[in-house]
């Protein structure tokens, strides 16, 4: 198999892969264009490298879950795997950039990727703060740390986000929702003044917004062209006209999996073709009638 | 610039690159070598391909705040901006694809990516959880939807997350913290009935977690093998061993940033170095003064 192999992918925990006889640098001598990705819970080196790891440890001990939630409120998890599925992403890049240098070079290499060291490097801007300021970020429940308004909002009949990323969005808000004496007010001027006094601004906002509905307001402040956005549940995700435009749902040619949806590909390529639907999976079993 | 690029990389909306005479068909005659990447809120097909988004918007309308949070809680974001940075990893994976098939074609192409669909892509089993049984995937506060014991707990002092992801770990946590009992209920016997139980559980669990500390539950725990961690905050995240033997915080040769903290780079490579400090930015001012 690793004869005509581009990249071996493992998660076992540093070690596994060595004593079942597949170390990097044994293989490496035998297979010189095998690219080998290694994903494991905290990476091949550092004290904590043998210990194990899920999806929840990471999110943890990698701070995702200290800034998710509401103030004083349960620790929250982040609904989706996202320890796992970004320290797919990362090797995903690892894997690809490997092979683009094994191009230029002749020559495979190794990639290390840590569940916790992907988490580190998607704290993004709470690091930011935390090194400019030596504040703890913390959880803020549905509100941006720094940019206001940008959060959930109550309607009449639920809730909705509002996204108003610059004074020019803010004032065209006022407007819309018919409160344009709120963009007047000196404590919510500029941004830093409308992020220090997010609460009553929430309020105010919610006074106007409260009533109508959700439906009503998105189409308002659509038509405005001011970033807004419905809360989906997973059913309305999987049935929105854009989702489904851009095949972002895809089911599989397998007749034993009829029905069943999955995600498609997000990364569109002007050359490739993007199927809506997925081959088979191989069939163990099937295989083993055929060869007897 | 063009001339020398090999990538070019825009988040316009579909439409303002033409405008201002970078269009993907004129640059792609006049460069064929230059790889071009367009990340967009909702991508450039589709019925809501001229609508702004942030990263708010996409949390919103690409369902990972339907399932963040707890049950009948406020609405909850993601505490990092995955609407962003999802798009932006994906996008990674799309331009090393396309170098590494230019280096085989000779030819570049355009990369499409919507943070819409970045964040369907994430969902992983919520969607098959919906489209397998019919039920809408809801907000479960700290736990795994199909795991357990696989969450926060509280000991005594605060909380710290436990992911007992089979049966042989659950029989192992319940001996390590002196209530072996707990494993041997009927109610408890698989994954399948944990989860159904898992209120209870959870409850019985933590009786025996509230006698002790979280570091003593950390330490004894993690002397077992079980996977465990704290729930860290930034600034715990920063200062932890294992993040900085991995070189996961490194700092600026910038003297007017010093003592800036940044994350690192998580795709450690076997040929390359992996620098614990970045070079500064390109000033535009010293640049103006120098040419005068």
């Not at 596994?16 to 490496?28: C, T």
């Not at 004083?72 to 989706?80: H, K, L, N, Y």
């Not at 081959?279 to 083993?288: E, F, I, K, N, S």
């Amino acid at each position: 198999l690793l004869t005509d192999a581009d990249v071996l992918v493992e998660n076992f925990r540093p070690g596994a892969m060595a004593r079942l006889g597949y170390a990097w640098d044994h293989l490496h001598a035998r297979f010189p264009r095998l690219v080998y990705a290694a994903v494991s819970g905290f990476g091949h080196t550092g004290p904590l490298a043998s210990r194990p790891a899920y999806d929840m440890v990471v999110q943890a001990m990698g701070g995702v879950m200290s800034i998710t939630g509401h103030p004083d409120g349960p620790p929250t998890r982040v609904g989706t795997s996202i320890g796992d599925v970004t320290a797919g992403l990362f090797t995903a890049i690892g894997i690809c950039s490997a092979l683009y240098d094994r191009e230029r070079t002749g020559e495979a290499t190794m990639i290390d990727v840590a569940m916790l060291d992907c988490q580190v490097a998607i704290l993004e801007n709470a690091i930011a703060r935390y090194t400019a300021t030596g504040t703890v970020p913390a959880r803020l429940g549905a509100r941006h740390p720094s940019i206001t308004p940008f959060s959930a909002f109550a309607a009449s009949d639920g809730h909705f986000v509002i996204a108003a990323g610059n004074d020019a969005l803010f004032r065209r808000l006022c407007r819309v929702i018919g409160a344009p004496e709120i963009a007047d007010e000196p404590r919510f001027r500029t941004n830093a003044l409308r992020t220090e006094h997010h609460a009553e601004l929430q309020g105010a906002l919610e006074n106007a917004l409260r009533r109508e509905t959700v439906a009503t307001w998105l189409q308002r402040l659509g038509a405005a062209d001011l970033p807004c956005g419905a809360i989906n549940d997973v059913a309305a995700v999987l049935a929105h006209p854009q989702v489904r435009a851009r095949n972002m749902v895809v089911t599989t040619d397998d007749e034993r999996l009829a029905g069943i949806e999955m995600a498609g590909n997000p990364i569109k390529n002007s050359r490739y073709p993007d199927p809506s639907t997925r081959g088979p999976v191989p069939d163990l079993m099937a295989r083993d009638e055929s060869t007897t």
